[in-house]
């Protein structure tokens, strides 16, 4: 359904992600939406909003694309190409250096690792698979690259600390299980856990 691989260990030293059908971006129950108010941020949809409180509640950010969107259903943690850039979330386009760490599909970038998705893969309404990646990176890389774009999120604040690689399948378990139960989603089996440094 789904594959993952890592082509610069060095900045990513785990990557996991799990799938899931039957996903419907619906509006979040109010005790999820009332969580992420006190913590400041703003709701967005089922599936945003899990991935953001289970951060909130283990430390490990997350990100869900919308598989359908990805070629070849497939994601690689590589370093940016020269001359590519990328529309993020916040519709912004921004261009890449070579140093940068992005997760890419196929052919193009889909987000820069651990500070922000891009628009083209983003969960709409019309989502129904998500792929949910949840993987380590390096701290000082997710520095540079936030400070170099002027760009820092809940996620690279977290990422820049350092967080320990063994944590990042226990946090998709959880909000997979969240997805399940609160959105009636489907989770396949298995996680892809790509460990190219033990």
Not at 14 to 30: I, N
Not at 70 to 96: C, K, M, N, Q, W
Not at 145 to 161: D, H
């Amino acid at each position: 359904v789904a594959s993952a691989a890592v082509e610069a260990p060095d900045l990513c030293p785990r990557y996991s992600a799990c799938v899931l059908g039957d996903v419907r971006p619906m509006p979040s129950p109010l005790w999820l939406q009332q969580c992420l108010r006190w913590a400041g941020m703003r709701a967005i949809n089922l599936v945003v909003d899990v991935t953001n409180y289970v951060m909130l509640e283990t430390g490990q950010p997350l990100h869900a694309f919308d598989l359908e969107r990805l070629r070849g259903r497939r994601v690689v943690a590589r370093r940016a190409r020269p001359g590519e850039t990328i529309r993020t979330l916040d519709g912004v386009e921004r261009e890449l250096e070579p140093d940068m760490l992005v997760i890419a599909d196929r052919e193009v970038p889909q987000a820069i690792a651990g500070i922000m998705g891009g628009a083209e893969a983003e969960v709409s309404p019309a989502t129904r698979w998500i792929l949910v990646e949840s993987a380590s990176f390096s701290g000082p890389s997710i520095r540079r690259t936030s400070r170099r774009l002027g760009l820092r999120t809940e996620a690279s604040a977290r990422f820049e600390k350092g967080l320990d690689p063994h944590q990042t399948v226990p946090a998709l378990v959880r909000a997979a299980s969240l997805l399940v139960e609160l959105g009636g989603a489907r989770a396949l089996p298995g996680v892809l856990d790509v460990c190219p440094v033990p």
